[in-house]
């Protein structure tokens, strides 16, 4: 069986024919930025970024939701990436978005992440069509007066192997009575605010906006990760929870999550986190391996991959011909930040096995994009590559 190294060497031997081909041609960082931000600009000020990032291992300690990072991005007007402008939003399109990602993950993941269960939830609204609701929320949310946040995995992945619904949603007058367990919310005390699915008798599913002063929704404590812990991510239950037609955001409908879909399972948001919070590993690993110049090629290789991998990010947001697919991508970006991670321990030897060290905590980061929104063709590419199958890519 060929070893890891070969495989290694053959997907960077892939990349750089892909380079040469000019289907995901190598670009400076300078370039990079133009090409991902269209006005050439960070889309988070480099202070704030730096604030954040210098909270991080304090955050991680604590395992506390992060308010005063929540507060910051507030105050630089993050939380209206995804609203219209005529909410008081900032309407970015998604290579903006992703560019924020990159830049949000590379400071602090676990923000990142919540990040991303907020916009999932806006973008629901901003797409629900119900101006009632718009108008009661989205000005507010994107002011950051108020938390929204999503209960929708389980309408795809999370309950794959449960019998039955999660969330039952059954007809009553013009609404719905929603009634079930609904395992991942990420935030759910912070929030006001939670778009959850429901499904149907007849199978249809359905996308609702949930006051959490309801008194039918009951937060569960959040559980306890290898990672990320601070998103305050745990189960929710909903008792008899009456949902009225204009508190309906999608459907009743057949794979709910379909209609209009922007950043739903699989999408290109959790690649950019998982290549977001490669940068920072692969500067620490540079920094590492500073005084080891025998092994500057492995830095060199790592940092060739990680451009080639955001470039084929934003070729897939803009739809390009010959663009990789998205699970293309992400199987590709679990790989990369993986190795990188066990790279970095590696490098730092014993003290970067030592709970609290930025190695450490890379290693368990990693771990956190084979479980998270992961579609199955992803996870079975990952586990073919772990078995050695150099068929995975």
């Not at 499904?199 to 569960?220: H, S, V």
């Amino acid at each position: 069986m060929p070893s890891c190294s070969m495989h290694f060497q053959n997907w960077l031997d892939r990349l750089s024919r892909l380079s040469e081909n000019g289907k995901a041609a190598d670009v400076n960082r300078g370039s990079l930025r133009r090409l991902a931000y269209g006005r050439g600009v960070s889309m988070i000020p480099a202070t704030m970024l730096t604030e954040l990032a210098s909270w991080r291992a304090a955050l991680e300690a604590a395992g506390q939701w992060p308010a005063r990072q929540m507060a910051r991005l507030a105050e630089a007007g993050v939380f209206g990436w995804l609203i219209p402008q005529r909410w008081g939003g900032s309407e970015l399109d998604e290579p903006e978005i992703l560019s924020g990602y990159l830049e949000l993950s590379d400071a602090c993941l676990t923000s990142a992440f919540i990040l991303t269960q907020f916009n999932s939830a806006v973008q629901k609204l901003v797409t629900c069509g119900c101006e009632t609701l718009q108008e009661l929320w989205l000005p507010r949310l994107a002011r950051g007066e108020c938390f929204t946040t999503v209960g929708i995995s389980h309408l795809t992945t999370s309950r794959s192997r449960g019998p039955g619904p999660a969330v039952i949603a059954e007809a009553c007058g013009t609404g719905f009575r929603l009634s079930g367990h609904i395992p991942w919310v990420t935030g759910a005390n912070a929030a006001q605010l939670i778009v959850v699915g429901g499904t149907a008798p007849n199978g249809e599913q359905l996308l609702a906006a949930i006051e959490t002063i309801d008194p039918g929704l009951t937060i569960a404590p959040p559980q306890n990760f290898l990672a990320l812990t601070a998103s305050q991510t745990g189960p929710i239950e909903l008792r008899n929870v009456i949902v009225r037609s204009e508190q309906i955001v999608a459907g009743p409908a057949q794979e709910v999550l379909k209609i209009k879909s922007r950043g739903g399972t699989g999408s290109l948001t959790t690649s950019a986190l998982a290549l977001g919070a490669s940068r920072s590993t692969l500067r620490a690993l540079r920094d590492e391996l500073r005084q080891t110049l025998s092994l500057e090629f492995v830095v060199s290789k790592l940092s060739d991959e990680g451009r080639v991998l955001e470039q084929a990010l934003f070729a897939a947001s803009r739809e390009e011909p010959g663009a990789w697919s998205v699970e293309q991508i992400r199987l590709r970006a679990n790989s990369y930040v993986t190795r990188l991670a066990q790279s970095f321990l590696a490098a730092a030897k014993g003290t970067g096995f030592v709970s609290g060290h930025p190695a450490e905590r890379a290693i368990r980061e990693a771990m956190f994009f084979y479980v998270w929104s992961c579609p199955q063709a992803v996870v079975h590419g990952n586990l073919q590559e772990l078995a050695g199958r150099d068929e995975a890519w």
